[in-house]
């Protein structure tokens, strides 16, 4: 692909138009397959987030936007379904380039978010339906209704992992229910947020309904998240940075939800079919080489098969090919960054201090049989067997390719249900058992956002995605997504109006 197509300079839209930042500052976005430079984007200063927010604010405040019927965006949205699958090509290569992931990873996210987009379009006409109160609780000569409006200026900020999918996730409803929007990529990977901001433009929203800024999160994420004119914040990203965005909007009361990361058990039953308990271990954690936040990182084995179960993974995560993203014979790319895959390095040898054996993996591929791989960021898959609960690797969420494992005796589901909610988070789990009985019974006492049975990874925009404990405090997708971005208001009309009688007037 040449280079013409990645999204060019400038990389702000600020007030209805494309700009560059108010201080001239730039920043190289790297291809983590070769670590070259893909084109410089503009990085916005603390200058321009003001500028954003002011001009969203005097939008949301003076257009008709918040206005207009749900019919009328939500047809903008179905319009914006249409073009993302009319430039799906383009879109899936920037994505991949950004991000290293396969571009057959890539096309499915796209996939995935028209779906999302096409289900708001519908799923936020029901709004429409103002719903009337009556009833013995409501006296007669009074009508009552609640009714929704948009929250105001959402900030929305994305991670690296899964940019196209977790900003459309948000951008859908937002703009279903007439918010203005801001929104901040991850610094890592932008490319495809600036792709998805021209087609919004080109879909009909009006021009100042969305601003973006390409920046650093650590650099004008205060401006954004402090400021008394911005109404919400949705952010997706790591614990700490969500714990910091939390602290920072309490101050001006504003709405905040945040989608957190995960250490999501994976529990095998010995009566599971063994291939497919393999297949699926395998794609729990390996896909997208583990950057993925409801990764099957944490297998929980019953010990009578945990030796064969761990070896048909290890034999198979060996053959997993490593490659370019645009290469269709790679199964999976490179981590996303040099700093990254240091973090996920340094993971590995805490594992080692902790007595884990690294059974497969642990290191980067040989130079001398993949010099196609040197100079990118890659990792092999990696398991670490004989692992317990105390261990940091087993705790801390990696973020990387490394499975760990840990074995529970035979019939002892408290044990494997007890290790499973073990966690300080609560996102995702799977479950692989051929007794439905069983794999529903445990299904149902993980305490974790999504459970998945007998597979792992899939998810409808119809159900609600989010999590317990520190993996977060809200909900995204289904229809409570929605009411992330409404506020809901009870109009109380009195029509026979009369004194009320609580207070003297002297006159009477
Ligand atoms: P980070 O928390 O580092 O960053 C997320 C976003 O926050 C980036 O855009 C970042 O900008 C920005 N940011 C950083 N500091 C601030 C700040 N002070 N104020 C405002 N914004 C800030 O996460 P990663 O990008 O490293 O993403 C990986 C994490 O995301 C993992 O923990 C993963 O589990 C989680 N995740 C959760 C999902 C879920 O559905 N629960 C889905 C996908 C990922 P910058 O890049 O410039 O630093």
């Excluded at 650093?216 to 990203?237: M, N, Q, R, W, Y």
């Amino acid at each position: 692909m040449s280079a013409v197509e990645i999204p060019q300079r400038p990389t702000l839209f600020i007030d209805g138009s494309w700009t560059k930042s108010s201080d001239g500052k730039t920043r190289p976005t790297i291809n983590p397959y070769d670590a070259k430079v893909l084109i410089e984007v503009d990085e916005a200063s603390a200058e321009d987030a003001q500028r954003a927010i002011a001009s969203a604010s005097h939008f949301f405040k003076t257009s008709d936007w918040p206005h207009k019927t749900f019919e009328e965006r939500c047809n903008l949205l179905s319009r914006y379904a249409d073009l993302l699958q009319a430039h799906k090509s383009k879109l899936a290569h920037i994505e991949t380039l950004d991000t290293g992931k396969t571009l057959a990873e890539s096309e499915i996210d796209i996939d995935d978010v028209t779906n999302v987009f096409r289900f708001y379009a519908k799923e936020a006409l029901k709004l429409q339906n103002e719903k009337t109160i009556s009833g013995d609780l409501i006296p007669s000569s009074v009508q009552s209704k609640v009714i929704h409006e948009p929250v105001g200026v959402c900030v929305l900020i994305t991670p690296w992992n899964y940019p196209i999918l977790q900003l459309c996730w948000k951008l859908a409803p937002a703009l279903a229910t007439g918010n203005a929007v801001i929104v901040k990529p991850s610094e890592v990977t932008p490319l495809s947020t600036v792709y998805l901001t021209k087609l919004l433009i080109e879909a009909g929203f009006p021009a100042k309904s969305v601003q973006l800024l390409t920046a650093s999160g650590a650099s004008i994420g205060p401006t954004l998240t402090e400021s008394k004119d911005v109404d919400l914040v949705s952010f997706t990203g790591g614990l700490a940075t969500g714990r910091h965005i939390i602290r920072s909007c309490a101050e001006t009361v504003k709405r905040c939800t945040v989608e957190l990361g995960g250490k999501n058990p994976n529990v095998v039953f010995a009566d599971c079919d063994l291939d497919l308990a393999v297949d699926n271990v395998l794609t729990a954690v390996f896909t997208h080489s583990g950057q993925v936040c409801s990764s099957g990182a944490r297998l929980i084995v019953e010990e009578s098969i945990a030796d064969r179960l761990v070896a048909g993974v290890v034999e198979r995560a060996k053959q997993i090919s490593m490659g370019s993203g645009l290469d269709p014979k790679s199964e999976t790319g490179p981590l996303v960054s040099a700093e990254h895959l240091g973090k996920v390095e340094a993971f590995v040898d805490i594992a080692r201090k902790e007595g884990g054996k690294v059974v497969c993996g642990g290191m980067r591929p040989d130079p001398k049989q993949h010099p196609d791989l040197a100079q990118g960021y890659f990792f092999l898959p990696t398991v670490v067997d004989h692992c317990d609960r105390t261990m940091r690797i087993v705790q801390e969420e990696t973020f990387g390719p490394i499975l760990t494992v840990e074995r529970f005796k035979d019939g002892d589901e408290e044990t494997a249900v007890f290790l499973a909610n073990d966690t300080a988070y609560g996102l995702a789990g799977g479950v692989q058992s051929k007794d439905h009985a069983r794999a529903e019974r445990i299904a149902r006492r993980l305490r974790h956002g999504t459970v998945w049975v007998n597979t792992y990874g899939a998810y409808t925009p119809q159900a609600e995605w989010g999590g317990y404990g520190m993996s977060g405090n809200g909900r995204e997708l289904g229809s409570k997504g929605l009411d992330e971005y409404i506020e809901t208001k009870h109009i109380w009309a009195e029509k026979k109006p009369a004194m009320m009688g609580w207070f003297k007037d002297a006159r009477m």
